[in-house]
């Protein structure tokens, strides 16, 4: 178990570290460089005009502040992915399938002669506490692990919900008609687990044409489910049928729904092909994100860790600002510097407890 999770893992990170260095070679630094050497080969050429050579000037400028920037932003990704590469594999995994020493059995109480009996109190294993954060993948880093809380136990009661997940996991013909095919599993998903209330939902037509807007491309893109819940919270949730998302095709539909939460100035958008649930967050020049699996939510019969992740990250607590005019716990958590996200960690562990 211990080495068959140590060599997902090592698969997961060097896909990762390869698709960081993949983008640095193909994204744009290329071509602000040709457009460097070029304007420094024009401006060799002697001009009589000045306020041409001015322009010119400016423009260099610009462009190696800009390559300056982006190089960087590569350079930090690819030192934090090998850190927490390194972090996970040599200290997280190997202690979560090892014992802390020989297994030894004890009586569920002690006697004490002044006190009576008390009961044996278990400690939790701190290490180990933020392992559904682990069980997920990450693009980017939305979240720091050290601003994560702990299992609740509203969250244990929803788990049994989802043990005994009711009959609409399997749509019926009344819901398939809904466009796409995903209309019962949303159900079950949104509403039955993560307990986001019905009413609160609005769906397809329902959404107004306020919520729509024109991409680069121009085509027009609104959510296939929208929930707005008290003091302004607010989940848009899309889909799309592609095989996987952000790989192949599927990175047309991430770089669509980034776009829209760019131009409507939201943060936070669910992207799902039924199978993968992608949480999104994005940034003015940045994004992060982390995704579910719905094949690995039940393991030997049991929830998984990647459903406690689910309820920690999209419950109704953790979307909802705690009063009006502050940011909900999780977008706080994700979007303020470390010091100011330490204020909010009371008031993120209290909404999940």
Same mark, same amino acid.
């Given at each position: 178990?211990?080495?068959?999770a140590i060599r997902?893992?090592q698969?997961?990170f060097r896909?990762?570290?390869?698709e960081?260095?993949?983008?640095?070679s193909?994204?744009t630094?290329?071509?602000l460089?040709?457009?460097?050497?070029r304007l420094?080969a024009d401006?060799?050429?002697?001009?009589?005009?000045?306020i041409?050579?001015r322009?010119q000037?400016d423009?260099?400028?610009?462009?190696?502040?800009?390559?300056e920037?982006?190089?960087?932003?590569?350079?930090?990704?690819?030192a934090r992915l090998?850190?927490?590469?390194d972090?996970?594999?040599?200290l997280v995994l190997p202690?979560?399938?090892?014992?802390?020493?020989?297994?030894?059995?004890f009586s569920?109480?002690?006697r004490?002669?002044?006190?009576g009996e008390?009961?044996v109190?278990y400690?939790?294993d701190?290490l180990n506490?933020f392992?559904?954060?682990s069980?997920?993948?990450?693009?980017?880093?939305?979240?720091?692990p050290?601003r994560?809380?702990?299992?609740s136990p509203l969250?244990?009661?929803?788990f049994?919900?989802l043990?005994?997940?009711?009959?609409r996991?399997? &749509?019926g *013909?009344a819901e398939?008609?809904?466009? /796409?095919a995903? !209309?019962? =599993?949303?159900?079950?998903?949104?509403e039955g687990v993560?307990?986001l209330p019905?009413?609160?939902?609005?769906?397809?037509?329902?959404?107004?044409?306020?919520?729509?807007?024109r991409l680069?491309?121009?085509e027009?893109?609104k959510?296939?489910r929208?929930?707005?819940?008290?003091?302004?919270?607010i989940?848009?949730?899309?889909d799309d049928a592609?095989k996987?998302i952000g790989v192949?095709?599927?990175r047309?539909?991430?770089?669509?729904?980034?776009?829209?939460?760019r131009?409507?100035g939201?943060?936070?958008?669910l992207l799902t092909?039924?199978v993968?649930?992608?949480l999104?967050?994005?940034?003015?020049?940045?994004?992060a994100w982390?995704q579910?699996d719905?094949?690995?939510?039940?393991?030997?019969?049991q929830?998984s860790?990647?459903?406690q992740?689910?309820l920690?990250l999209l419950? &109704?607590? *953790?979307?909802t600002?705690?009063?009006? /005019?502050?940011s !909900?716990? =999780?977008i706080?958590a994700?979007?303020t510097?470390a010091k100011?996200?330490l204020n909010y960690l009371?008031?993120?562990?209290?909404?999940?407890?």
């Open positions: 178990m211990g080495r068959d997902t893992e698969e997961r896909l990762r570290l390869k960081v260095e993949r983008a640095m193909e994204n630094i290329s071509k460089e040709k457009e460097r050497d420094v401006m060799r050429q002697l001009t009589l005009i000045d041409d050579r322009v000037e423009r260099l400028r610009d462009l190696e502040a800009e390559l920037r982006r190089s960087n932003h590569f350079h930090e990704l690819l090998k850190s927490e590469q972090r996970l594999l040599s202690k979560r399938y090892q014992l802390r020493q020989s297994a030894q059995v569920g109480g002690c004490d002669p002044h006190a008390r009961p109190i400690h939790t701190t506490q392992a559904w954060w069980s997920l993948n990450h693009g980017g880093l939305l979240i720091a050290a994560l809380a702990t299992t969250q244990r009661q929803r049994l919900i043990d005994h997940a009711p009959p996991c399997c &749509p *013909a398939r008609r809904e466009a /796409g995903q !209309a019962g =599993l949303f159900d079950v998903v949104l993560l307990q019905a009413l609160e939902w609005k769906k397809a037509s329902a959404i107004g044409a306020e919520w729509s807007h680069i491309n121009g027009s893109l959510p296939r929208l929930w707005l819940g008290s003091d302004a919270a989940l848009p949730v899309f592609v996987q192949g095709t599927g047309r539909s991430t770089a669509r729904v980034i776009e829209w939460l131009k409507s939201q943060k936070l958008a092909n039924g993968q649930w992608r999104i967050h994005a940034g003015p020049d940045y994004d982390c579910w719905i094949g690995y939510w039940f393991e030997e019969g929830t860790d990647q459903v992740a689910l920690h419950s &109704p607590q *953790a979307l600002p705690p009063k009006e /005019g502050m !909900a716990p =999780l706080a994700i979007q510097p100011v996200r009371p008031i993120w562990v209290n909404a999940l407890a």
